[in-house]
């Protein structure tokens, strides 16, 4: 036996404006991106300065990065630089291990630290990650590219959560009014 349900003929004006409310408010703002929202990785009784300097530290510290070229190191701007047809030595070469050296020295200082392009450590290890996969992303070391493709992913999921929470809610609406 097939159950047909057509809310529409009983359907309020308060299930649609119900409806109306639950998906636009969610549909108009993105997804939180914490900003305003202080981070501190406080390590003993240091200054707030003092740790970030240490942290920077790491990228020029001559016993962790000895062996990778500079133009593939990762810069404090949270960039790796990798062209295309050097994804193989990138990646099976020195600058793998010392580039996670380097994110680990940082993790060790400052676990919260943020890249001047706002992407953390966790976006960094995801990128090269993927960079050196065997994936459509293979060779491409853009952190931001990485970081918006996730969001995007998590956006888009989202927006199909609230949409179905609300034709639910508004079929429940429609049974009792």
Request: charged share 20%; proline share 4%.
């Amino acid at each position: 036996m097939a159950l047909v349900f057509f809310p529409f003929p009983r359907m309020s004006i308060s299930a649609v404006a119900v409806f109306y409310v639950l998906t636009s408010c969610y549909l108009t703002g993105k997804g939180d991106d914490a900003e305003g929202v202080a981070s501190s990785g406080f390590v003993g009784y240091e200054d707030p300065p003092e740790i970030v300097a240490k942290a920077l530290r790491c990228f020029n510290d001559k016993y962790i990065y000895s062996a990778c070229e500079e133009s593939y190191r990762l810069k404090a701007s949270g960039n790796v630089e990798v062209p295309l047809e050097k994804t193989e030595e990138y990646c099976n070469g020195p600058c793998l291990g010392e580039t996670h050296l380097v994110l680990d020295c940082i993790d060790g200082i400052f676990s919260n630290f943020l890249f001047y392009n706002k992407a953390t450590l966790q976006d960094v290890r995801d990128t090269i990650h993927a960079g050196c996969g065997y994936g459509p992303q293979r060779g491409n070391f853009d952190v931001l590219e990485h970081i918006r493709a996730e969001t995007d992913k998590a956006w888009r999921a989202s927006n199909k959560t609230v949409i179905g929470f609300s034709f639910i809610i508004l079929g429940l609406f429609s049974l009792f009014l």
